[in-house]
Structures are given as C-alpha cells and as structure tokens.
C-alpha cells in the first residue's frame, strides 16, 4: 500500500482507487449523492432534503487548518471509474482515538469500496490512532459487515441522532485496536 503526504492531509491508495482529500470540483458529486434519502439516512450528519449550501460548508470544513476531521474522497478516476464513489472520515477523539465513519454513493453499494476505504485507512492510520471507534445504525446491517469484516469488534448498543430522519436511532457501537 502506497501512502503520500499532502501538504494538508494524506493521500492513501485503496484497492481500485485513492483517498484523496476534498476538492472544490468534488460539490457537485457529493451533492448529489448525499442529497439522496438512501445515503443522508444511514449518517447522522446529512440533512435530508439536502439545504443550498450544505455541500460547500462541508468542503469549506474539512479543508480548514484548525479541522478536528479529516475527509476524504473515494476516487477512482485513476483506474477509469468515477472521480467520487463516495466518502470516509476519521474524527480526533482524545488519547491516540479516532471515531471512522463513511458512506457509499447508492450506484456503487455491494462493489467492497466500503470494505475497501476501511482497510485501507486502517492500514495508513493517518491519525497515528491507538483505537478507530465507529457506530452503525441498526437498520443498516451492510454497514455493520464492513467494520466486522475489517477486524473492528462489537462492544455494544447505543443510540444517536439522524439529521434526516429527525429522530434518535439506535446504533451498533465498534472498536477496531490498532496498537
């Protein structure tokens, strides 16, 4: 696996793609993927309908220097797909923790880009993380199957608030012990 440094954040090479950082040409892309219902109701963080604006707000964050997550772009224009299959983050907790959380754009489900993305920021660890946390919602069992299938282990339930579905949601908790 081949990692480079960006002046702001890495760039990691996947199976079939790369990890890129965010790009201003990436909005119209996220835009339309996340404005659909399938993908804003398995984050917590996508507003469904998606507001004008909410696309380059999120650009706009992830690319600032004080940001507390970094982002990246599934792309594969390299090996001729698409310049956005979808996105990952992982989000600075306290002690060396991460929390990793992801979405893949409806076109693309059931191809192993989610299993892909996973693997291959575990295997960068660009956090220098001792431990990824993430969370599913129950409903989303897919999901839940990428973080099992990437070493990560079920610790137990919670709940979190969706955005788009404007209600609290109860949710599957992971670890993945990197160190």
């Given at each position: 696996m081949n990692v480079e440094i960006n002046a702001k954040q890495m760039v990691i090479a996947a199976d079939g793609f790369v990890l890129r950082p965010l790009e201003a040409s990436d909005a119209a892309l996220i835009e339309l993927y996340a404005a659909d219902a399938r993908v804003a109701k398995n984050?917590?963080?996508?507003?469904?309908?998606?507001?004008?604006?909410?696309?380059?707000?999120?650009?706009?964050?992830?690319?600032?220097?004080?940001?507390?997550?970094?982002?990246?772009?599934?792309?594969?224009?390299?090996?001729?797909?698409?310049?956005?299959?979808?996105?990952?983050?992982?989000?600075?907790?306290?002690?060396?923790?991460?929390?990793?959380?992801?979405?893949?754009?409806?076109?693309?489900?059931?191809?192993g880009h989610a299993s892909a993305g996973v693997a291959a920021l575990l295997q960068a660890n660009p956090h220098a993380d001792d431990t990824i946390f993430a969370s599913v919602f129950q409903d989303n069992p897919a999901s839940a199957r990428v973080l099992t299938n990437q070493g990560f282990a079920y610790i137990g339930d919670a709940e979190s608030f969706s955005v788009a579905r404007g209600v609290t949601v109860p949710t599957w908790t992971y670890i993945c012990k990197l160190k």
């Amino acid at each position: 696996m081949n990692v480079e440094i960006n002046a702001k954040q890495m760039v990691i090479a996947a199976d079939g793609f790369v990890l890129r950082p965010l790009e201003a040409s990436d909005a119209a892309l996220i835009e339309l993927y996340a404005a659909d219902a399938r993908v804003a109701k398995n984050t917590t963080t996508i507003p469904h309908p998606l507001p004008p604006g909410a696309t380059e707000a999120l650009i706009a964050r992830v690319q600032a220097a004080d940001r507390q997550e970094d982002t990246w772009a599934m792309d594969g224009s390299a090996d001729g797909g698409p310049t956005l299959l979808g996105l990952i983050s992982l989000k600075r907790m306290d002690r060396n923790q991460s929390e990793i959380g992801y979405w893949v754009a409806p076109a693309f489900w059931n191809t192993g880009h989610a299993s892909a993305g996973v693997a291959a920021l575990l295997q960068a660890n660009p956090h220098a993380d001792d431990t990824i946390f993430a969370s599913v919602f129950q409903d989303n069992p897919a999901s839940a199957r990428v973080l099992t299938n990437q070493g990560f282990a079920y610790i137990g339930d919670a709940e979190s608030f969706s955005v788009a579905r404007g209600v609290t949601v109860p949710t599957w908790t992971y670890i993945c012990k990197l160190k």
